[in-house]
């Protein structure tokens, strides 16, 4: 993986992890655990989304709202766990 991906991907990871704190919490965890957050949803929404027939489409929206996706299917588990 090139620097410029790597660079990219965190920036995704970023977004998509603040929109998801925004969404379902109304604020997010902080800027470490909304990239941990974005990036993890990343890769779930990239193999769940998939496997249930749902495409986004292409381009760096598209991966940002699918980042977005998994980021908040995890942040909603991560709510669902701490309340137990």
Known sequence: MRI???L???VVGVVAGWLA???VRGRG???LVNLVVGVLG???A???LPKLGVSVGGGLLADIIQAMIGAILLLVLIML???R
């Open 4 to 6: 410029e991906s790597l």
């Open 8 to 10: 990219a991907f965190l």
């Open 21 to 23: 704190g925004q969404i």
């Open 29 to 31: 965890y902080g800027l």
């Open 42 to 44: 990343a890769f779930i």
């Open 46 to 48: 990239g193999w769940l």
């Open 81 to 83: 766990v701490r309340k």
